[in-house]
């Protein structure tokens, strides 16, 4: 391939398809790197102790869970800003646009516990119901994106919410089900932080370092508290303004005035860095800070923090006999949630919502090409492996659920493309954008 064809391809991928590209190389290195002779290198590097603090004031982990409990609150902070803003403004705002993907998400949850839990009962691994119950979005559209013209945009805005409603549900059942014992004061501290927070979105603050500051003691506080850590990024987004100081509405009248071009107004009045430096303060006071903090640590979270947490946690040894132990209850409640329990909630759902007219149908694609898009929703990779670490103590149990989690993926995302591509040569149409 060419440089151009490659900068071509990267550029038809898009940020989301990128991100799930270098999810899968950091996951071939780790399985890679743990199943060679420098294995024990790889398990040393992660449980490296790692302090931060000051005097007495002193918080140490291994660095896996610097990983796992501190990154990832990046992670989960970028899906609070994705889901406040789908509410706000997006998909999810009207009833009636959200309706066939929430259904579709709920179905797409309870297919897989349902199925994980019938394998697993009565046995110690029945605690990871969860493990098989959440899509990644990064794979399922960098799939959609190299397909092109075949998928219409349609279905990808509806895979989109549906992921997006996913991982709402996930961010509730992490904190249901997988926290810890509660502890009282951090607990009030945490409290106290996000009411503070709120105090500066509802006064209208829109500097970004007062956020940042709360968002951290929140973050330290609800570590504290026994619910899991990763939950305070959600609760950080949840208080982040939406909207700007300047209405939209008003943006152009004050930006005419800015560059002197108003009705009465002499443009050679104000000096080019003046008028530069007034359009900057005018896009700052419009733009919402929900945005910005969206579009800043979105490159962040695809391009760094997911890859690590992916390299981190996918490090499955396959030799000296642990083959035998991935052939268990919970890799096989996990890998027939995924490949089956997936698709079949995801259409089962949507078609009984539409039935039952609580939503309406598909427009602008076909059951069959929704039908496709739920294997791809059976690609559960970064979310469930986050869901492994917390919900699974066992190594031999991890090990098992992470390998059940890597198969079904792999063949989920394999049979969702093939079924869009049969799909879009049975409508005999191909999308012009």
């Given at each position: 391939m060419t440089r151009r064809g490659l900068v071509d391809t990267l550029r038809q991928l898009g940020p989301g398809g990128i991100g799930g590209l270098l999810?899968?190389?950091?996951?071939?290195?780790?399985?890679?790197?743990?199943?060679?002779?420098?294995?024990?290198?790889?398990?040393?590097?992660?449980?490296?102790?790692?302090?931060v603090g000051l005097g007495r004031w002193v918080l140490s982990k291994p660095l896996l869970l610097w990983i796992n409990d501190g990154l990832m609150a990046?992670?989960?902070?970028?899906?609070?800003?994705?889901?406040?803003?789908?509410l706000l403004d997006g998909t999810l705002s009207s009833p009636r646009r959200a309706a066939l993907p929430a259904f579709a998400a709920l179905g797409g949850m309870v297919g897989p516990a349902l199925i994980y839990l019938v394998l697993t009962a009565g046995t110690e691994g029945a605690r990871g119901w969860a493990i098989p119950a959440a899509t990644d979005i990064a794979f399922a559209l960098g799939i959609l994106a190299l397909l092109g013209r075949r998928?219409?945009?349609?279905?990808?805005?509806?895979?989109?919410?549906?992921?997006?409603?996913?991982?709402?549900?996930?961010?509730?059942?992490?904190?249901?089900f997988y926290s810890g014992e509660l502890a009282t004061g951090p607990l009030l501290a945490a409290a106290a932080a996000l009411a503070g927070l709120i105090g500066l979105s509802r006064g209208k603050v829109l500097h970004p370092l007062p956020y940042a500051l709360l968002g951290a003691l929140l973050w330290l506080f609800v570590l504290k508290s026994g619910v899991h850590a990763t939950v305070a990024g959600v609760l950080l987004a949840m208080t982040i303004p939406a909207r700007g100081l300047v209405s939209p509405e008003s943006f152009e009248l004050f930006g005419r005035r800015a560059f002197g071009l108003a009705e009465h107004e002499d443009?050679?009045?104000?000096?080019?860095?003046?008028?530069?430096?007034?359009?900057?303060?005018?896009?700052?006071?419009?733009?919402?800070?929900l945005l910005r903090w969206e579009h800043a640590l979105q490159p962040w979270v695809l391009f760094g923090v997911m890859p690590v947490f992916a390299f981190a946690n996918a490090g499955v040894?396959?030799?000296?006999?642990?083959?035998?132990?991935?052939?268990?209850?919970?890799?096989?409640?996990?890998?027939?949630?995924?490949?089956?329990?997936?698709?079949?909630?995801?259409?089962?759902?949507?078609?009984?919502?539409v039935r039952a007219g609580l939503a309406a149908p598909p427009e602008g694609f076909s059951w069959r090409q929704l039908h496709a898009a739920g294997w791809l929703a059976g690609i559960g990779f970064t979310m469930s492996l986050f869901v492994t670490?917390?919900?699974?103590?066992?190594?031999?149990?991890?090990?098992?659920?992470?390998?059940?989690?890597?198969a079904a993926s792999a063949l989920a995302g394999v049979i969702g493309s093939v079924l869009l591509v049969l799909a879009a040569r049975q409508n005999g149409t191909v999308v012009d954008r």
């Open positions: 999810l899968l190389i950091a996951t071939a290195v780790a399985i890679a790197w743990a199943n060679s002779s420098f294995g024990s290198v790889y398990e040393s590097i992660l449980g490296t102790p790692f302090s990046l992670f989960f902070l970028l899906v609070g800003l994705e889901i406040k803003r789908e998928v219409p945009i349609e279905l990808k805005v509806f895979l989109t919410a549906l992921a997006v409603i996913d991982d709402l549900g996930a961010v509730l059942i992490i904190a249901l443009p050679d009045e104000f000096a080019p860095a003046t008028r530069v430096h007034s359009m900057r303060e005018l896009c700052n006071r419009t733009e919402p800070m040894v396959l030799g000296g006999g642990a083959e035998g132990s991935l052939i268990t209850p919970v890799s096989a409640g996990v890998f027939f949630g995924l490949l089956l329990g997936k698709p079949l909630g995801v259409t089962l759902f949507s078609w009984i919502a670490s917390l919900a699974v103590d066992d190594p031999a149990l991890a090990l098992a659920a992470k390998g059940g989690l890597l």
